[in-house]
């Protein structure tokens, strides 16, 4: 499910006056750079709650790395993925239950629709200038890491040169040595579309023509209703790759001694795939503080690359991904980075057309 601000039109009223009666919570905090001071009040408070949008066992091993960092503060993780996450953190707020200290939801269009209505609390993290406008809603909201598409095969199945096809051009997926041999999957998510954007943007129309979507689909490819399921049966050889995943798939999977390796086709579809923010009811407001603050660090954008295999947004982060210094890695050479306008009046469409053309 994608949210847009039209689908909110009949609570809005409500949520303004929601927005507006919240306790001013954390008017009283530190100043964001003054961490041994938020420390000790965060400490005072012990714990906070976190409701990820991540997969359970990743996000619960950032979360032991900034308590392991932050002794005295318990994360508790609770996984809660896209536009259901904010339809419970609404819900939740609308009946005075404040659970939620962190937010972290895999939907633009959620997160703007929280900014937009004043649910979520202003913070300027210390590092916020370290990050392209791109990854910043005001001082609200903040995407700490990007999900670059990828095309992961099996390297038992795709050899070298069958690689480096996929690797130079979306469209060499038409060649006919694929028909037949690659996975796709009638889900939908953010990470599930993004290629879509690339492929329907009017000004690529010479490159990828009116119907591209539908000769891939020609190509047969075998379908799965699940995401990740698609990759787990290329691991398991019965495809021989897929179209497309993400990397952060791919590497933890690799990492537990799957046959996987991947590409970045030119250009690669990249967007800021979860975005952060503090509840505005944070039942812990300098846990939250802290937690915000260290996600924006470079300690949080270490233990994005080791703990979630994901790609961190902070400037002049070095890539300490094992996989990173392996020969047949080769970073992306040119990024696209999607429209999000384009995104919110078109992907519902888009999708739709995209599941008709591979599942005919």
């Given at each position: 499910?994608?949210?847009?601000?039209?689908?909110?039109?009949?609570?809005?009223?409500?949520?303004?006056?929601?927005?507006?009666?919240?306790?001013?919570?954390?008017?009283?905090?530190?100043?964001?750079?003054?961490?041994?001071?938020?420390?000790?009040?965060a400490k005072t408070e012990g714990s906070?709650?976190?409701?990820?949008?991540?997969?359970?066992?990743?996000?619960?091993?950032?979360?032991?790395?900034?308590?392991?960092?932050?002794?005295?503060?318990?994360?508790?993780?609770?996984?809660?993925?896209?536009?259901?996450?904010?339809?419970?953190?609404?819900?939740?707020?609308?009946?005075?239950?404040?659970?939620?200290?962190?937010?972290?939801?895999?939907?633009?269009?959620?997160?703007?629709?929280?900014?937009?209505?004043?649910?979520?609390?202003?913070?300027?993290?210390?590092?916020?200038?370290?990050?392209?406008?791109?990854?910043?809603?005001?001082?609200?909201?903040?995407?700490?890491?990007?999900?670059?598409?990828?095309?992961?095969?099996?390297?038992?199945?795709?050899?070298?040169?069958?690689?480096?096809?996929?690797?130079?051009?979306?469209?060499?997926?038409?060649?006919?040595?694929?028909?037949?041999?690659?996975?796709?999957?009638?889900?939908?998510?953010?990470?599930?579309?993004?290629?879509?954007?690339?492929?329907?943007?009017?000004?690529?129309?010479?490159?990828?023509?009116?119907?591209?979507?539908?000769?891939?689909?020609?190509?047969?490819?075998?379908?799965?209703?699940?995401?990740?399921?698609?990759?787990?049966?290329?691991?398991?050889?019965?495809?021989?790759?897929?179209?497309?995943?993400?990397?952060?798939?791919?590497?933890?999977?690799?990492?537990?001694?799957?046959?996987?390796?991947?590409?970045?086709?030119?250009?690669?579809?990249?967007?800021?795939?979860?975005?952060?923010?503090?509840?505005?009811?944070?039942?812990?407001?300098?846990?939250?503080?802290?937690?915000?603050?260290?996600?924006?660090?470079?300690?949080?954008?270490?233990?994005?690359?080791?703990?979630?295999?994901?790609?961190?947004?902070?400037?002049?982060?070095?890539?300490?991904?094992?996989?990173?210094?392996?020969?047949?890695?080769?970073?992306?050479?040119?990024?696209?980075?999607?429209?999000?306008?384009?995104w919110i009046e078109s992907y519902d469409?888009?999708?739709?057309?995209?599941?008709?053309?591979?599942?005919?």
């Open positions: 499910m994608i949210t847009t601000r039209r689908t909110r039109s009949v609570a809005g009223i409500v949520l303004v006056m929601l927005a507006m009666s919240f306790p001013a919570y954390g008017q009283d905090m530190p100043a964001p750079e003054d961490e041994s001071a938020l420390y000790e009040l906070l709650v976190w409701y990820s949008g991540g997969a359970l066992d990743t996000t619960k091993a950032m979360a032991a790395a900034f308590e392991e960092q932050y002794p005295g503060i318990r994360v508790e993780v609770l996984r809660l993925t896209g536009a259901s996450q904010y339809q419970r953190y609404m819900e939740e707020t609308a009946a005075g239950q404040n659970i939620a200290d962190i937010l972290w939801i895999g939907d633009y269009p959620s997160m703007l629709a929280l900014v937009d209505d004043d649910m979520v609390a202003e913070w300027t993290i210390p590092n916020a200038d370290q990050f392209d406008d791109r990854y910043k809603m005001g001082n609200q909201a903040y995407a700490f890491n990007r999900v670059d598409s990828v095309i992961v095969y099996n390297e038992t199945l795709v050899d070298d040169e069958e690689a480096a096809l996929l690797r130079d051009d979306w469209r060499n997926i038409l060649d006919p040595r694929f028909s037949g041999r690659f996975a796709a999957t009638t889900a939908k998510c953010g990470a599930c579309y993004v290629a879509l954007n690339l492929f329907t943007d009017p000004d690529k129309v010479d490159i990828y023509p009116a119907d591209f979507i539908e000769q891939v689909g020609a190509q047969n490819p075998a379908i799965y209703s699940d995401f990740i399921a698609m990759v787990d049966r290329v691991v398991a050889g019965e495809n021989d790759f897929a179209y497309w995943s993400f990397e952060s798939i791919a590497a933890t999977r690799r990492s537990q001694g799957a046959p996987v390796r991947w590409v970045y086709p030119n250009p690669t579809p990249s967007f800021p795939s979860t975005w952060m923010a503090i509840s505005g009811t944070a039942p812990h407001p300098a846990a939250a503080r802290l937690f915000l603050n260290w996600m924006g660090s470079e300690a949080g954008a270490n233990s994005i690359q080791i703990d979630y295999f994901g790609t961190p947004t902070l400037n002049n982060v070095e890539n300490v991904r094992a996989f990173a210094a392996e020969d047949w890695y080769q970073a992306p050479e040119e990024l696209y980075n999607v429209d999000f306008d384009r469409t888009e999708m739709d057309r995209w599941i008709a053309a591979i599942s005919r």
